[in-house]
Each structure stands twice: as C-alpha cells, then as structure tokens.
C-alpha cells in the first residue's frame, strides 16, 4: 500500500506586488509492503485535493493527507504539503516524513519564497526526499512505482494577484504474492 499526499497551495498578493507570493510545499511519500488483510474488509481510501489557492494577499491552504485506514487507524499514511505564507514571503514546508506511517517514507519539497517567479515544491519520491521549488523541471512519484515529471503531489505556484492549487496526490495497491514496492507495478 502506498499514500502520495497532496501539496500546499501557493499565496497570492496583491495588485502592484513586486515580488511573486510564496509557493506551496510538495506531499510526503509513504508506503507498506506486506500488509495483511482479509477478504471482503472494508479499508478506506483517503486522497485529499491539494492546499486551496491563497485568494489577493493571503496565504495558500495547507493540504490533507493521504492514505490507506482500517477504521480510524492508518495502515499507511503521507502527510499533505503547507500552503506558502503570504505574510512572511516564506514558502510552505514539504510534507514531513516522520509525521507518516509506513515503512519507507520520504518527505516532500519545501515551496519556493517570495521572488521573481515561484514553483511550488516536488512530492517525495520512492528513492529520496522532494526537490525545493526552485525550477519547472524535477521529480514526482507516479503512480507506477517510478520517479518522473507527471507533477502529483506538487504544491502550487505563488502569485501576484492569484495562485495555483496544490496538486492532487494519489493511492497505490498491490497484491499478491511476491509484489512489492516500489516496483512490480501491474495492479494499480
């Protein structure tokens, strides 16, 4: 069972700004191998939107986390990003890999401050923590047990007068006897 957490979404300024408002923090990474369970239990299935937009000067939402619960209790769980704040220009922390469940976890990107442009940060990735957001070009999970550019559980850019969304995460299960993260990607 895996769990990419949403990210943060970006601040927004106001009208004038010289400097871009702050991006949102990339969503942790987690995941499980070997969890057992039983045919015909019911598991819930937890994929939050990213962090809302910050709307003309204040800051973007912090986002959810994602995961995989039997009743109240987490089987496997990433933390969501944090939304840039507007206030202090400083862009929003990746999700926080100690603050998951699972047995590998990998914490997301932290959203770029205030400056020219902003990017929000990368998701946490099977092999390593998120990139900052500092460029366009970088690394998110997929779904398919790869690091790639498909941008899941991205936070959202920081704006002038309006922001982007953090970017929805997303939810992998395998089954079967010899499957395992982070490859053997056939069920998802």
Do not use: Q
């Not at 004038?16 to 990474?29: F, I």
């Not at 987690?30 to 057992?36: E, L, Q």
């Not at 899941?152 to 499957?179: C, D, E, F, K």
Request: no cysteine; charged share 10%.
């Amino acid at each position: 069972l895996g769990g990419l957490a949403s990210g943060g979404g970006g601040a927004s300024g106001a009208e004038g700004d010289t400097n871009e408002s702050p991006a949102g923090g990339g969503g942790a990474l987690s995941y499980a191998n070997g969890i057992a369970v039983t045919p015909g239990e019911t598991l819930e299935v937890v994929v939050p939107l990213g962090g809302a937009a910050g709307y003309i000067m204040s800051s973007g939402g912090p986002a959810g986390d994602a995961g995989i619960k039997r009743g109240a209790t987490w089987l496997v769980m990433a933390k969501g990003g944090g939304g840039g704040v507007w206030s202090s220009g400083i862009g929003g922390a990746g999700g926080v890999a100690a603050g998951g469940v699972g047995d590998v976890r990998w914490s997301g990107g932290k959203g770029m401050d205030a400056t020219n442009f902003t990017y929000g940060g990368w998701s946490g990735r099977y092999t390593a923590n998120g990139l900052p957001g500092i460029n366009s070009s970088g690394l998110s999970a997929s779904l398919f047990g790869a690091d790639s550019g498909t941008g899941l559980g991205r936070g959202g850019a920081g704006g002038r007068t309006s922001a982007s969304p953090g970017v929805v995460g997303g939810i992998r299960i395998m089954w079967g006897a010899g499957r395992s993260f982070p490859g053997n990607a056939a069920d998802v």
